[in-house]
């Protein structure tokens, strides 16, 4: 495959899109975090082949498992690339393993702010240029069946991963660095930001047509400590992008920001400039939406524990969601990512019920 072949094939699905942008939609979008992922049997008949990472790094096999989902479910409006968050640490000079039941592993995390420095930030971007190779192959593949996005964690999310070696309940090391080492811990999440920066403008060169940025931890911050170490980040990240496709003559593409964990920091999001904000389960739309405004897209927000109810269960509950949130600037989404004993017949029953309501 020729990955500078960006002649791709005319987009057939622009609900998302439109969406994100606030235009009129005829239907509803629906996309799911996490849809190319362990609850697929076919995902976990190439992962019986090949380690997680090695899926990542291998464009054709990131291609397939994104393209697998959308083979099953008639109703998706979107594919998102399959990949991690800790590729950036990985590219960073950082080792990370992935271990059946227990998720990334950081043999060698950081346990001194003076092992910053040695983190190889000059040429991280080029070291995750298989993302991009990935991007640009299910861009021709999928034919413009739907739109592609591409993602990246949030600075302090991945800190968080950097410190304590893996994911944790309590955050109890990075916690202790925001107290002990402040002007280490920004130092670090300004290093994250150029890296995220210069990653997702490559994305969208690639072909992305709409990014999201997971800040998966914003559950383990205050009001107050998502303002300071969370926020201003995630703006830099949203203007730096801008520019830099501004200055590379590139096609702007919509912006999603997901924080977990964020719903008392709705207002702050509001103002950090993304088109649309994720919201998860424990968010009222209605108050939401009273929050943000009407210039602004939301995206969410099923419990994914609803997914293992009834298919008639299920689809009362997203008729319910979906007519709560409207069909003006809303993206239905899960409030959280799939999980891996999920019914196949769930995500029927959840797609369905999107495009037929309202």
Partial sequence: MNFTNKNFPALKNDRLLRAARGQEVDKVPVWVMRQAGRYLPEFQEVRAKHDFFTVCRTPELACEVTLQPLRRYDHLDASIIF????????????????HPGKGPVFPNPLNDPMEIDGLKEDGAVSRLLYVGDAIT????KIEGKVPLIGFTGAPFTLMGYMIEGGGSQNMQKT???????????HKLLSLLTRVIIDYLVMQVDSGAQLLQVFE?????????????????????????????????????????????GGGHSLDVQATLGYETLGLDWTVDPVEARKIVGDNITLQG??????LYKTPEE???????????????RYVANLGHGITPQTPLESM???????????
């Fill in 83 to 98: 990949s991690d968050i800790l590729v950036i640490p990985q590219a960073l000079g950082m080792t990370v393993e992935m």
């Fill in 137 to 140: 192959l299910t861009r021709h």
């Fill in 175 to 185: 916690k202790e660095w925001l107290t002990k080492f402040p002007k280490d811990v």
């Fill in 216 to 260: 998966s931890s914003a559950d383990h911050l205050t009001r107050e400590m998502f303002a300071e170490v969370s926020a201003p980040y995630l703006k830099e990240i949203r203007d730096g992008v801008r520019k830099q496709i501004e200055e590379k003559k590139l096609e702007q593409v919509p912006m999603t920001v997901f924080a977990k």
């Fill in 301 to 306: 927000n099923l419990d994914p524990q609803d």
């Fill in 314 to 328: 299920i689809r009362q509950l997203t008729l319910d969601m979906v007519r709560k949130f409207g069909k003006t």
């Fill in 348 to 358: 029927t029953a959840f797609t369905d019920a999107v495009h037929e309501a309202l």
